[in-house]
């Protein structure tokens, strides 16, 4: 069974840097796909960025393209996503999901193992 634990985050003021992490374990063939997903308060969760970690291709959405990265190292488990030039938009309790593929809809509903989340918040 895999198994997600979040960590980083923080408070940092707008136009700063912050990075989350994810850490995996359990089967590699069930966490292929890491993805980072993102949830304000009174909003809908979304996905944010993705990598396939056989492929090392990744995907990010629009509003953090150019400011948001998601790497890999194999030697730890661990993927990180680096947030750089944060904006208070960017605000919100950030999740890792993982599943064996990263085709297809990226919705919350079609990642069944998730991190238990770490806060980011951005001040104006």
């Known amino acids: 069974q895999v198994h997600l634990v979040n960590s980083g985050g923080g408070t940092m003021q707008a136009g700063g840097s912050l990075r989350v992490s994810c850490s995996a374990s359990g089967p590699a063939d069930d966490r292929n796909c890491i993805a980072w997903f993102r949830q304000a308060p009174g909003k809908d969760r979304e996905a944010v960025a993705t990598?396939?970690?056989?492929?090392?291709?990744?995907y990010y959405t629009d509003s953090v393209k150019g400011r948001f990265t998601i790497s890999q190292d194999n030697a730890k488990n661990t993927v990180y996503l680096e947030m750089k030039n944060l904006k208070p938009e960017d605000t919100a309790m950030y999740f890792c999901?993982?599943?064996?593929?990263?085709?297809?809809?990226?919705?919350?509903?079609?990642?069944?193992?998730w991190g238990q989340g770490t806060q980011v918040t951005v001040s104006s």
């Open positions: 999901a993982a599943r064996s593929s990263c085709g297809g809809i990226l919705s919350r509903r079609y990642f069944l193992t």
């Open positions: 990598v396939d970690l056989h492929r090392a291709t990744t």
